[in-house]
C-alpha cells in the first residue's frame, strides 16, 4: 500500500541510491517524500542509468560528437529532473548546496 506520509530519505546521486537510513551509505542529500515521490526518483535513478549504459557503447563511435549526441541531451535533462527534485523536497542544507552550485532551475523547481 502506498502512503503518502512524507518520510526522511538519504540520497546519493553519483551511486543512485535511496536509502531511510543515514548511516546505510554514503550519501549527499537528505530529502522529506512520500512513497510517491521515491517511485518517481527510482524510474529517474533506472532511467540514468539505463542511459549511462547506452553513452558508454556510444562513446566507441568516435564519429558522433557530444554537443550532437541526443542520449547526452537525456542524461542532461534527467539530471535536471533529479536534481530539481531534490531541491523541492530537499532540507535547508540540501536545497542551500544545489542552488549555490545552480544544479537545477529553483523557478522551475518550485
Request: hydrophobic letters at 35%; glycine letters at 4%; aromatic letters at 12%.
Amino acid at each position: 500500500m502506498i502512503t503518502l506520509e512524507k518520510r526522511t530519505y538519504y540520497i546519493s546521486v553519483q551511486d543512485g541510491m535511496i536509502s531511510q537510513h543515514s548511516g546505510a551509505s554514503p550519501w549527499e542529500f537528505e530529502i522529506s517524500a512520500d512513497d510517491d515521490d521515491i517511485i518517481i526518483l527510482r524510474e529517474y535513478f533506472d532511467q540514468l542509468h539505463s542511459q549511462d549504459w547506452i553513452n558508454f557503447f556510444r562513446a566507441h563511435v568516435p564519429a558522433v560528437e557530444y554537443h550532437y549526441d541526443s542520449s547526452n541531451d537525456k542524461m542532461d535533462e534527467l539530471r535536471r529532473n533529479i536534481y530539481g527534485m531534490l531541491y523541492r523536497l530537499g532540507n535547508e542544507e540540501t536545497r542551500s548546496f544545489i542552488s549555490e552550485n545552480g544544479l537545477c532551475d529553483i523557478k522551475s523547481a518550485d
